[in-house]
């Protein structure tokens, strides 16, 4: 039974997890918090759950009592595994362990749908693997919803509206093809050790078809070069996608002096399909 396992203070310490830096190793010890957490997924019965850096485990925890059909946990620090193992003797058939780099395997060869990802991610792959999670090459995505930690500051940059300082690739990226929302705040001190900065739990829910049509290259080209120089005017800012670009941004409603940080969503779709299938 999961809740017969010991504290996760003396399964680090019997296992030696002391935290790693370079690894973005900072632990959620409390286990009703990682029961909250696992919470804001929504109903996992029924669903297999991608949960990558479980660390010691406490996470993978509430997620196995939270009645996933099967929990697939890909941790890179070897140290970890005896750990997870103690969770998956508890819950047979259950919990299956990868050790490896949450940026090469291939999750769905361990995986039926529906799937749901959640995870405490290690920050320095964290903003990595959701721009690939949120760009596959078809839509929809393996995956049904994404609940993931991030540092407060790249959770507000995902659901940015226009006009604010943090709207940008990632708030335009995420909201096109979902519905996100910070799910969660949390303080530093809610960590072993605390990093240095406030985190938030994000949640994305998949949209079966994208809010506006666009081809998705297309787009992110357009967006990336708008917000590459964000104080500039559109006109000056995008004058190497297309000679006319006053014209297309005229176009679409966009006025050719306005700046990328202020261009809702549907508009950046209306310029890139005056580009059609390329830019
Ligand atoms: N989920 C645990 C928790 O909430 O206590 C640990 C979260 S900690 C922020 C991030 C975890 O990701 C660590 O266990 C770390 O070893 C692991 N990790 C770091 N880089 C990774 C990678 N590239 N692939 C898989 N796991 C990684």
Redesign the pocket.
Known sequence: MIDDLPPLRQVIAAHGLSARKA??????LDLNLTAKIARQAGDLRGCDVLE?????G??TRALLAGGARKVLA????AR?IPALEEIAAACPGRLEIVQG???EIDAMAHLSAPVRIVA???Y??GTELLVRWLDPPAWPPFWTSLTLMFQREVAERIVAKPGSKAYGRLSILAQWRCEARIAMSLPPGAFTPPPKVASAVVHLAALPAPRYPADAAILNRVVATAFNQRRKMLRAALKGLAPDIEERLASVGIAPTERAERVPLDRFCALARTFGGSV
């Not at 690894?23 to 959620?28: H, P, W």
């Not at 990558?52 to 010691?56: C, K, Q, T």
């Not at 890909?74 to 620090?77: P, Q, R």
Request: with cysteine; hydrophobic share 40%; net charge negative.
């Open positions: 690894l973005g190793q900072n632990f959620l990558i850096g479980p660390g010691p406490g996470l890909v941790e890179k620090d970890c780099d949450a940026l405490n991610l290690p320095n792959v």
